[in-house]
């Protein structure tokens, strides 16, 4: 059965994700179009800057080249949270370790690419953009502890 369906209202057309209802007990998975629901408190053209949200034109990307490899941190409300950025062979890697008292402390890793003066990890999931107060990270990843599609600035250490 196909779950996308579509509507017309007027003269307009709505196109309306909806669950399937053929009996099946499959749940919807992450390639799953209504796996992830729309939230209109996420915004891509937003930074996140310890717990205030700006405009990210206020930071005009600077291209990122070997003297950006380092730690950066930043502190989100009781959260720590750290971020390095190192050279590995022709690319690079990253990890960033949230940590919040009471709570198990979250890391991530993985391998970047360069692209157009920024970094990219192969899957599209994390973006980094050099910014003059130190680095823009944006993760698309919702298995984390930080904002989803909210660009966040960790501060040279």
Do not use: K
């Not at 206020?58 to 009781?78: H, K, L």
């Not at 953009?129 to 698309?140: F, H, M, Y």
């Amino acid at each position: 059965m196909n779950c996308l369906q579509r509507r017309s209202i007027g003269v307009g057309l709505i196109v309306a994700l909806m669950g399937c209802s053929s009996g099946s007990s499959e749940s919807a998975g992450p390639t799953s179009p209504v796996a992830r629901p729309a939230s209109t408190d996420t915004d891509t053209d937003t930074v996140l800057v310890g717990t205030d949200v700006l405009p990210l034109a206020n930071y005009p990307m600077q291209a990122i080249d070997d003297s950006w490899a380092g730690a950066y941190g930043v502190e989100m409300g009781g959260a720590e949270v750290s971020f390095t950025l190192r050279r590995a062979g022709d690319g690079w890697r990253f990890e960033r370790l949230h940590r919040e008292p009471g709570e198990p402390e979250n890391r991530a890793t993985g391998a970047l690419e360069l692209r157009d003066g920024s970094l990219h990890s192969p899957d599209g999931s994390v973006s980094i953009r050099g910014a003059e107060d130190g680095i823009l990270v944006l993760e698309l990843r919702e298995d984390g502890p930080l904002p989803v599609d909210r660009w966040v600035l960790y501060f040279r250490d």
